[in-house]
C-alpha cells in the first residue's frame, strides 16, 4: 500500500478571493502493527480522546455479560457508542434503556443541552419539550455505563467518576487497545461528565486500527459493535450528522466517530488502518473537511467524494442575509 507519508493538512476559510483563516490539522494513519503510515504535522500530539472512545468504553459491558443479560440489542449498542442528535427517536430509547434497569433520567449523570441534530431542534420546540438529560448526546453511554454498574452489583452514584470500577474497567480496555498505561494518561472530565482520557494522537489510531483488524475477521464483540453501527447509522449519530451520512454513503466501508475539540477517529476495515485527527485549535467547522481530505489521500474515499459528502468536503461561509461569502476547503484542494 502506497501511502503519502506526509499529507500536511491545513483547512483554510476564504472570503471572497482571500483566506481569512487557517486551522492545521495533526493527524496518524496507522496499520493495526502499530506503525505510522501517514501523518499531518505531529503525529504524537497528545489531546483528550473525547467521544471517539465510545466503542471502546461499552467493550467491558459486553464482555461482562452484562449486556446480554439486560436483553440489549444492536439498537442499543448503536445508542451505546453513539454522539446522537437528540432526535424523538434517540430519546426514546435512551428512556427505553434507562427503563430496562429500573432507572430514569435522574440517575444520568450527564447534563441536558440542545440537540445536535437541526431535526432534534425542531421536533423538541414543535411538541413543546423542554432538553432533558436525555437529549444528551451521551446519553447512550452513559445508560450503558450505569447498566454496567447495575449488572455487575456496583454502587451506582458515581459511576462516572475516575475512580468507579466502571471507569477503572474502560481504563484497563483503553490500555489493551492502545499500548498507553493508564498511569500514563492524563484523566480529566468531559462534556458529559464523565471521565475522558488524554493519550497521545498515533496511540488512538493504533487502537482503531485494531478495532478494524478486529471487524474485518469478524473477532466477537469489535465486530459485534461495527454491525450494530451499520445496521443503525441513524442511532449512531442522527439526521444530517456527519458519521451517519458518510458511514450510510460508503455502506460501512468507513466506519468513522466523531470527538469534540476537533477530534476525530475512523476506521477503515478492508485496509487494516486506524486514522485519528486533531485540529490544533479545536475548531468544528474544520473537522470534517480535514477527515474527508485524510481519508481521500490515503484511498479510502473518492475525489472528488460522492454527492452526499460534498458538503462536507468543502462548506459556504454564509452572511447573516443568506449569501455565500466564502468557502471552508482543505489548502490545495
Given at each position: 500500500?502506497?501511502?503519502?507519508?506526509?499529507?500536511?493538512?491545513?483547512?483554510?476559510?476564504?472570503?471572497?478571493?482571500?483566506?481569512?483563516?487557517?486551522?492545521?490539522?495533526?493527524?496518524?494513519?496507522?496499520?493495526?502493527?502499530?506503525?505510522?503510515?501517514?501523518?499531518?504535522?505531529?503525529?504524537?500530539?497528545?489531546?483528550?480522546?473525547?467521544?471517539?472512545?465510545?466503542?471502546?468504553?461499552?467493550?467491558?459491558?459486553?464482555?461482562?455479560?452484562?449486556?446480554?443479560?439486560?436483553?440489549?440489542?444492536?439498537?442499543?449498542?448503536?445508542?451505546a457508542c453513539a454522539s446522537h442528535g437528540g432526535e424523538p427517536e434517540h430519546v426514546a430509547l435512551a428512556a427505553k434503556m434507562l427503563?430496562?434497569?429500573?432507572?430514569?433520567?435522574?440517575?444520568?449523570?450527564?447534563?441536558?443541552?440542545?440537540?445536535?441534530?437541526?431535526?432534534?431542534?425542531?421536533?423538541?420546540?414543535?411538541?413543546?419539550?423542554?432538553?432533558?438529560?436525555?437529549?444528551?448526546?451521551?446519553?447512550?453511554?452513559?445508560?450503558?455505563?450505569?447498566?454496567?454498574?447495575?449488572?455487575?452489583?456496583?454502587?451506582?452514584?458515581?459511576?462516572?467518576?475516575?475512580?468507579?470500577?466502571?471507569?477503572?474497567?474502560?481504563?484497563?480496555?483503553?490500555?489493551?487497545?492502545?499500548?498507553?498505561?493508564?498511569?500514563?494518561?492524563?484523566?480529566?472530565?468531559?462534556?458529559?461528565?464523565?471521565?475522558?482520557?488524554?493519550?497521545?494522537?498515533?496511540?488512538?489510531?493504533?487502537?482503531?486500527?485494531?478495532?478494524?483488524?478486529?471487524?474485518?475477521?469478524?473477532?466477537?464483540?469489535?465486530?459485534?459493535?461495527?454491525?450494530?453501527?451499520?445496521?443503525?447509522?441513524?442511532?449512531?449519530?442522527?439526521?444530517?450528522?456527519?458519521?451517519?451520512?458518510?458511514?450510510?454513503?460508503?455502506?460501512?466501508?468507513?466506519?468513522?466517530?466523531?470527538?469534540?475539540?476537533?477530534?476525530?477517529?475512523?476506521?477503515?476495515?478492508?485496509?487494516?488502518?486506524?486514522?485519528?485527527?486533531?485540529?490544533?485549535?479545536?475548531?468544528?467547522?474544520?473537522?470534517?473537511?480535514?477527515?474527508?481530505?485524510?481519508?481521500q489521500d490515503i484511498g479510502a474515499l473518492p475525489n472528488p467524494v460522492p454527492e452526499q459528502l460534498q458538503e462536507w468536503a468543502s462548506?459556504?461561509?454564509?452572511?447573516?442575509?443568506?449569501?455565500?461569502?466564502?468557502?471552508?476547503?482543505?489548502?490545495?484542494?
Open positions: 500500500m502506497n501511502l503519502p507519508p506526509d499529507l500536511s493538512v491545513v483547512v483554510e476559510v476564504t472570503r471572497g478571493d482571500l483566506v481569512e483563516s487557517r486551522h492545521r490539522v495533526h493527524a496518524a494513519v496507522v496499520g493495526d502493527g502499530g506503525n505510522v503510515m501517514a501523518r499531518s504535522h505531529d503525529p504524537r500530539v497528545a489531546t483528550m480522546w473525547r467521544s471517539c472512545a465510545k466503542p471502546f468504553q461499552v467493550l467491558p459491558f459486553l464482555a461482562s455479560g452484562g449486556f446480554d443479560q439486560v436483553r440489549w440489542g444492536d439498537e442499543e449498542l448503536a445508542l427503563g430496562s434497569i429500573g432507572l430514569e433520567e435522574a440517575d444520568l449523570a450527564c447534563g441536558p443541552h440542545e440537540p445536535l441534530s437541526a431535526r432534534g431542534v425542531k421536533m423538541a420546540r414543535d411538541l413543546g419539550v423542554r432538553w432533558s438529560r436525555l437529549h444528551n448526546n451521551c446519553s447512550g453511554k452513559h445508560a450503558a455505563m450505569l447498566a454496567r454498574a447495575v449488572t455487575a452489583g456496583w454502587q451506582v452514584p458515581g459511576y462516572e467518576r475516575a475512580d468507579h470500577p466502571v471507569q477503572r474497567s474502560i481504563l484497563g480496555e483503553v490500555a489493551a487497545w492502545t499500548g498507553v498505561s493508564p498511569d500514563d494518561m492524563a484523566l480529566a472530565v468531559d462534556g458529559c461528565g464523565a471521565m475522558v482520557m488524554g493519550l497521545p494522537l498515533h496511540r488512538m489510531a493504533l487502537a482503531w486500527a485494531r478495532w478494524a483488524h478486529a471487524v474485518s475477521t469478524g473477532d466477537g464483540y469489535p465486530a459485534r459493535i461495527a454491525n450494530a453501527i451499520r445496521a443503525h447509522p441513524h442511532l449512531f449519530g442522527g439526521t444530517d450528522r456527519f458519521d451517519t451520512v458518510l458511514i450510510e454513503t460508503t455502506r460501512g466501508r468507513v466506519l468513522t466517530k466523531v470527538g469534540a475539540e476537533g477530534v476525530h477517529c475512523a476506521a477503515i476495515p478492508e485496509m487494516g488502518i486506524g486514522v485519528a485527527i486533531k485540529v490544533e485549535d479545536g475548531a468544528a467547522r474544520a473537522q470534517h473537511v480535514a477527515l474527508i481530505r485524510v481519508l462548506k459556504r461561509v454564509w452572511n447573516t442575509r443568506g449569501e455565500g461569502v466564502g468557502v471552508i476547503r482543505a489548502a490545495g484542494g
